[in-house]
């Protein structure tokens, strides 16, 4: 069964500062996608940035960028000029092709927090 | 606007009682999905659909049921069976697996 694991229950950072948060994940397929999802105190889940494992190029979206090691299972997301708007429970998030059609798998979460 | 409209926003269930969570979609996309979330935890799937008049089991099956009757809405009821029901339940939608999921604005369910 697919895994991912967000080691960094919480981290903090100061604001306009940089911060990496780190996702690992197990899988035997070869065909998936990684996501970082944001949920701010709302609740409400927003996509931050998506990565296809076939790309070598990493995905980047403005101020977030992913750092995705493939042969390491490795998809750690960092954060550049951090604004207090960025504070949220972030969850790093993976699904496969084929019979697992569906089947988005979610890490525990990082709760960042941002220091004005 | 397009997106999904989750209601209510709070429910409250009481002791043998089913209740039904409502999720509809206007995104045309073919996929939905049901997650459960419990306090300062990660996602887990309970049904998803791929296609009206089917559906598949999650990890957390047990407790719950859906139905799938029109491609824009995709309902779950937490039965008497299910006996922690307290959570806070987020309804997705995606137009393929390749496509990121969009997620309605959610469900927080509590027991009277």
């Known amino acids: 069964a697919q895994t991912v694991t967000q080691s960094q229950p919480e981290m903090s950072v100061q604001e306009a500062e940089t911060v990496t948060l780190s996702c690992t994940y197990d899988t035997s397929e070869s065909d998936y996608y990684l996501f970082w999802y944001k949920q701010p105190p709302s609740r409400q889940m927003i996509l931050v940035i998506r990565?296809?494992?076939?790309?070598?190029q990493n995905a980047t979206e403005n101020r977030f960028s992913v750092n995705f090691q493939k042969a390491a299972k490795s998809f750690s997301l960092k954060i550049s000029d951090s604004q207090l708007g960025d504070a949220a429970m972030y969850f790093c998030?993976?699904?496969?092709?084929?019979?697992?059609?569906?089947?988005?798998?979610f890490g525990q979460g990082t709760i960042l927090t941002v220091h004005p | 606007d397009g997106g999904i409209t989750q209601s209510p926003k709070y429910l409250f269930r009481k002791e043998g009682q089913n209740v039904t969570l409502s999720c509809e979609q206007n995104?045309?996309?073919?996929?939905m999905y049901w997650y459960r979330q419990d306090p300062g935890q990660g996602l887990r799937l309970i049904y998803y659909s791929q296609i009206v008049n089917d559906f598949q089991k999650g990890d957390i099956a047990e407790g719950y049921s859906v139905s799938r009757e029109k491609k824009e809405s995709f309902p779950l009821t937490v039965t008497s069976a299910q006996k922690n029901p307290t959570a806070f339940y987020l309804c997705?939608?995606?137009?393929?697996?390749?496509?990121?999921?969009?997620f309605g604005d959610g469900t927080r369910l509590s027991i009277l």
């Open positions: 990565q296809e494992a076939y790309k070598q």
């Open positions: 995104l045309n996309h073919d996929a």
């Open positions: 998030a993976y699904i496969a092709g084929g019979t697992s059609y569906g089947k988005l798998t």
């Open positions: 997705a939608s995606s137009g393929s697996f390749r496509q990121p999921q969009h």
